[in-house]
């Protein structure tokens, strides 16, 4: 199967931009507002789309220059901001910005927006009008996001207005990643809270709409199943700290919308200023990033010595065996900087993660993170007593306040609650203000008792608490695995609960002719064993992933509302891998844990002091 990166990519090109420029050879220009380019980026390099006879690339929303003798392919939401402001470039009739418009849109056009435009001076100039159906970003060859980041508090807060309006917007975007993906799935959702259980009949009245109206829709024979969960289904896995390549740069490193800036020195001893842009336009990132972070350094190592040791000039020196080796051995090389700068990117990367982890302390709480979140040790024995480490963590002064409000969190989910008064007691020992004390008891409107022996907002657990998985476990500080990887393989092995994951409608298991599910098979474990008790110390036998699938059968879709990890996005190709089914993975956004620290303490804001 195609990754969801070049379907988009092809929809983009052969449904939207070729059809306008192909059989002509005059230059057009693309005109996008803030959504549609978050889209198209997505997906298109900008050499992609200028390839297509497209002169200049600009956002509807800023001056642009007129360029009257130019018709212009417009992709726009169906927002009326956008609407207006397409409407304002065609208002003077003897002086249009454009000749023409040929005008796309992400999704559906309401029939108030369309009459809007109908009426418009900017009618006279449309010669095309079509709904692209593509809502949603193409974040990576299997994973996708609605760009919503404030959907956690739409969803979840008691002060949330806007609930139903961003359920129905998230159910919209859902229906258009089906028709892209040509999808009519057969869809399930978890009990866990009420939300799952209203988006997916949503998404389900939506999808039998465009079903009865599409013209021309074939969707595939062999349906996919779509699984719509929701952020209550697993509180701990977006607080852990995570030691794969990707998820440990985006939790310890300062990235930005994917960028992450450095200073280096060059050859001469100049201090220079580099940013780098994270991603698979860089061939070596889906190669390394769901590596652990140690496999991760060993792999670029040991690439740089083939290197090394493929060039005839090179092969007097010595090998590097640590990133420092590397690093000198690069300075000393500046003939071929160019083609050292992909090892240069992942050294830089690797070596400013590790320099977070060893000075921030983080072995010995995510240690601790690891007991709690599994109830037991390395070894397996039950752990037990954990309150007494507490203190010792939290009155810690070096070590982070954010890293002691996600220790304390894990500690309260793990435990099922705590006493008031050790709560109180651990809250003054951490010298937590009254924001990070929200943010923990705000844990409380995703289902999690915050007291021992108090009920929580009706949530209920999927998945229950997990024994120790010894054939799985390459590093004692990655011991969790995370609930969806166990729902994924459940799922793909046709051995999902029905009860606690039910059918919107069509149970293949007793709906004849119904596909999307595979025949029951022998569980497969995605990592190998390992005893080694360092975090670091290397599974020699372990199996790289291969970041070409050759897939099979029907797709597994998922969608979590209320943000997703990169420990899950990594679970997902895991399963893949595994199983040969294509797993797509998508939510309202990503999550770091300190954007989900951030955005649990705004779900009930404190009351304002007098």
């Given at each position: 199967?195609?990754?969801?990166?070049?379907?988009?990519?092809?929809?983009m090109?052969?449904e939207?931009?070729?059809?306008?420029?192909?059989?002509?050879?005059a230059?057009k220009?693309?005109i996008?507002?803030?959504?549609?380019?978050r889209?198209?980026?997505?997906?298109?390099?900008?050499?992609?789309?200028?390839?297509?006879?497209?002169?200049?690339?600009?956002?509807?929303?800023?001056a642009r220059?007129p360029?009257?003798?130019?018709e212009?392919?417009?992709?726009?939401?169906?927002?009326?901001?956008?609407?207006?402001?397409l409407?304002n470039?065609?208002r003077?009739?003897?002086?249009?910005?454009?000749?023409?418009?040929?005008?796309?849109?992400?999704?559906?056009?309401?029939d108030?927006?369309?009459?809007?435009?109908?009426t418009?001076?900017?009618?006279a100039?449309?010669?095309?009008l079509?709904?692209?159906?593509?809502?949603?970003?193409?974040?990576?060859s299997?994973?996708?996001?609605?760009?919503?980041?404030?959907?956690?508090?739409?969803f979840?807060s008691?002060?949330?207005?806007d609930?139903?309006?961003?359920?129905?917007?998230?159910?919209?975007?859902?229906?258009?990643?089906?028709?892209?993906l040509n999808?009519?799935?057969?869809?399930?959702?978890?009990?866990?809270h009420?939300?799952?259980?209203?988006?997916a009949?949503a998404?389900?009245?939506?999808?039998?709409?465009?079903?009865?109206?599409?013209?021309?829709?074939?969707?595939?024979?062999?349906?996919?199943?779509l699984?719509v969960?929701?952020?209550?289904?697993?509180?701990?896995?977006?607080?852990?700290h995570e030691?794969s390549?990707?998820?440990?740069?985006y939790d310890?490193?300062?990235v930005?919308?994917?960028?992450?800036?450095?200073?280096f020195?060059s050859?001469?001893?100049v201090?220079q200023?580099k940013?780098?842009?994270?991603?698979?336009?860089d061939?070596l990132?889906?190669?390394?990033?769901?590596?652990?972070?140690?496999?991760?350094i060993?792999?670029?190592?040991?690439?740089?010595?083939?290197?090394?040791?493929?060039?005839?000039?090179?092969t007097?020196?010595?090998?590097?065996s640590?990133?420092?080796?590397?690093?000198?051995m690069?300075?000393?090389?500046?003939?071929y900087?160019?083609?050292?700068?992909?090892?240069?990117?992942?050294?830089?990367l690797?070596?400013?993660?590790?320099?977070?982890?060893?000075?921030?302390?983080?072995?010995?709480?995510?240690?601790?993170?690891?007991?709690?979140?599994?109830?037991?040790d390395a070894d397996?024995?039950?752990?037990?007593?954990l309150?007494?480490?507490?203190?010792?963590?939290?009155?810690?002064?070096?070590i982070?306040?954010?890293?002691?409000?996600r220790?304390?969190m894990?500690?309260?989910?793990?435990q099922?609650?705590i006493?008031?008064?050790d709560?109180?007691?651990?809250?003054?020992?951490?010298?937590m203000?009254?924001?990070?004390?929200?943010?923990?008891?705000?844990?409380?409107?995703?289902g999690?008792?915050?007291?021992?022996g108090?009920?929580?907002?009706?949530?209920?657990k999927?998945?229950?608490?997990?024994?120790?998985?010894?054939d799985?476990?390459?590093?004692?500080?990655?011991?969790?695995v995370?609930?969806?990887?166990?729902?994924?393989?459940?799922?793909?092995?046709n051995?999902?609960?029905?009860?606690?994951?039910p059918?919107?409608?069509?149970?293949?298991?007793?709906t004849?002719?119904r596909?999307?599910?595979v025949?029951?098979?022998k569980?497969?474990s995605?990592?190998?064993?390992?005893?080694?008790?360092?975090?670091?110390?290397?599974d020699k036998?372990?199996?790289?992933?291969?970041?070409?699938?050759?897939?099979?059968?029907?797709?597994?879709?998922?969608?979590?509302?209320?943000g997703?990890?990169?420990?899950?996005?990594?679970s997902a190709?895991?399963?893949s891998?595994?199983?040969q089914?294509?797993?797509?993975?998508?939510s309202?956004?990503?999550?770091?844990?300190a954007?989900?620290?951030e955005q649990?303490?705004?779900?009930?804001?404190?009351?304002?002091?007098?």
């Amino acid at each position: 199967m195609t990754s969801l990166m070049e379907i988009c990519k092809e929809r983009m090109l052969n449904e939207m931009i070729r059809p306008i420029t192909a059989n002509s050879t005059a230059w057009k220009a693309l005109i996008v507002d803030h959504e549609s380019m978050r889209i198209i980026s997505g997906c298109c390099k900008m050499y992609d789309v200028m390839e297509e006879n497209i002169t200049v690339v600009e956002k509807i929303d800023i001056a642009r220059q007129p360029l009257p003798d130019l018709e212009a392919i417009y992709f726009l939401s169906p927002k009326i901001e956008s609407i207006d402001l397409l409407i304002n470039d065609f208002r003077k009739k003897d002086k249009p910005m454009y000749a023409a418009a040929h005008l796309f849109f992400t999704s559906k056009l309401g029939d108030a927006e369309f009459e809007k435009i109908r009426t418009s001076p900017a009618i006279a100039k449309i010669k095309t009008l079509k709904e692209l159906n593509m809502e949603f970003i193409s974040y990576e060859s299997q994973v996708y996001h609605f760009d919503m980041g404030k959907s956690l508090f739409s969803f979840f807060s008691p002060d949330s207005t806007d609930g139903a309006k961003t359920q129905a917007l998230v159910a919209n975007k859902l229906v258009t990643l089906m028709a892209a993906l040509n999808e009519y799935p057969i869809i399930r959702y978890s009990k866990s809270h009420a939300l799952a259980s209203t988006l997916a009949t949503a998404v389900q009245t939506r999808l039998d709409s465009l079903a009865r109206t599409a013209v021309g829709w074939t969707p595939n024979e062999d349906r996919a199943i779509l699984l719509v969960l929701d952020r209550t289904f697993d509180p701990i896995s977006p607080l852990l700290h995570e030691f794969s390549y990707q998820a440990m740069v985006y939790d310890l490193l300062d990235v930005k919308n994917d960028r992450f800036k450095y200073n280096f020195t060059s050859n001469s001893g100049v201090q220079q200023h580099k940013e780098i842009l994270l991603g698979e336009t860089d061939p070596l990132w889906p190669v390394l990033r769901h590596m652990h972070i140690a496999e991760a350094i060993e792999w670029v190592i040991t690439q740089f010595n083939d290197f090394a040791k493929a060039n005839a000039k090179m092969t007097d020196r010595k090998q590097a065996s640590s990133l420092t080796d590397m690093s000198e051995m690069m300075r000393s090389m500046p003939q071929y900087t160019e083609m050292l700068s992909k090892y240069s990117v992942h050294y830089n990367l690797t070596e400013s993660a590790m320099n977070v982890f060893n000075g921030k302390k983080i072995e010995n709480i995510a240690s601790i993170e690891q007991d709690m979140a599994c109830g037991t040790d390395a070894d397996g024995n039950t752990v037990k007593n954990l309150i007494s480490v507490m203190p010792g963590i939290l009155a810690d002064e070096t070590i982070s306040m954010t890293d002691k409000i996600r220790l304390l969190m894990i500690f309260i989910i793990s435990q099922e609650g705590i006493k008031d008064q050790d709560r109180k007691r651990l809250v003054d020992l951490a010298k937590m203000s009254f924001k990070d004390q929200k943010s923990i008891e705000n844990l409380f409107y995703l289902g999690v008792a915050l007291n021992k022996g108090a009920k929580a907002k009706k949530v209920k657990k999927d998945v229950k608490k997990k024994k120790k998985r010894g054939d799985d476990v390459p590093f004692t500080l990655s011991r969790y695995v995370p609930n969806l990887k166990e729902i994924l393989e459940a799922q793909a092995q046709n051995q999902l609960d029905a009860s606690e994951f039910p059918y919107v409608r069509d149970d293949p298991s007793i709906t004849s002719g119904r596909s999307g599910s595979v025949s029951a098979s022998k569980p497969t474990s995605l990592r190998e064993g390992s005893k080694q008790p360092r975090w670091a110390d290397k599974d020699k036998g372990k199996k790289k992933e291969d970041p070409k699938n050759n897939f099979q059968g029907a797709r597994i879709i998922v969608f979590i509302a209320g943000g997703m990890t990169y420990s899950e996005m990594r679970s997902a190709y895991e399963i893949s891998q595994a199983t040969q089914r294509q797993v797509i993975i998508g939510s309202t956004h990503i999550l770091t844990p300190a954007d989900f620290v951030e955005q649990l303490a705004s779900l009930k804001s404190p009351a304002a002091s007098v």
